[in-house]
């Protein structure tokens, strides 16, 4: 009968120390789980809306003058505007005073500008066109217009 040394007991006792480790190394738990995160937007800051057009000399019963300009877009990226429309408008103090007033009905503004487009950051960008202002011929004494200055409110979309 053959005796046993301990050489191949050792090798007998590494192989198996070999597959019992190859098969951990290949064990492996399944799991499933869940969980969530956030994001944010930003938001935009208004644009400015800018009149470009000079307007000047303006006479009771004159034809409509046309209104135009750009924008000041003060945030990092476009912003979309769809329309420009004139708000209001008021008149200066002393013209007030000496009797020329929005509730006169001196003034009137009227068109469309429709705009329709991404307006780029920074100043005098894009562009809008189409409103008016006329001063109306009201068939009675309007000097207390005479030099008024009249502002005009304008508001986007």
């Known amino acids: 009968m053959r005796q046993f040394t301990r050489k191949p007991v050792a090798v007998l006792a590494a192989a198996f120390v070999v597959v019992a480790g190859a098969a951990a190394a290949f064990a492996y738990w399944t799991n499933g789980g869940s969980g969530s995160g956030t994001a944010t937007t930003a938001t935009n800051a208004a644009v400015t809306v800018n009149q470009t057009s000079p307007i000047s000399g303006m006479y009771p019963g004159q034809s409509a003058q046309t209104l135009s300009g750009d924008f000041t877009n003060p945030n990092s990226g476009p912003t979309y505007v769809a329309a420009v429309t ?63 200055t009249v502002t005009i409110a304008y508001a986007s979309n």
């Open 86 to 148: 004139a708000a209001g408008y008021t008149i200066d103090a002393a013209h007030v005073t000496a009797g020329c007033t929005v509730a006169g009905g001196n003034y009137t503004l009227g068109g469309t500008a429709t705009v329709g487009a991404e307006v780029p950051a920074g100043a005098s960008q894009g562009a809008w066109s189409g409103l008016t202002i006329r001063m109306n011929n009201l068939s009675t004494n309007q000097d207390a217009c005479k030099g008024a």
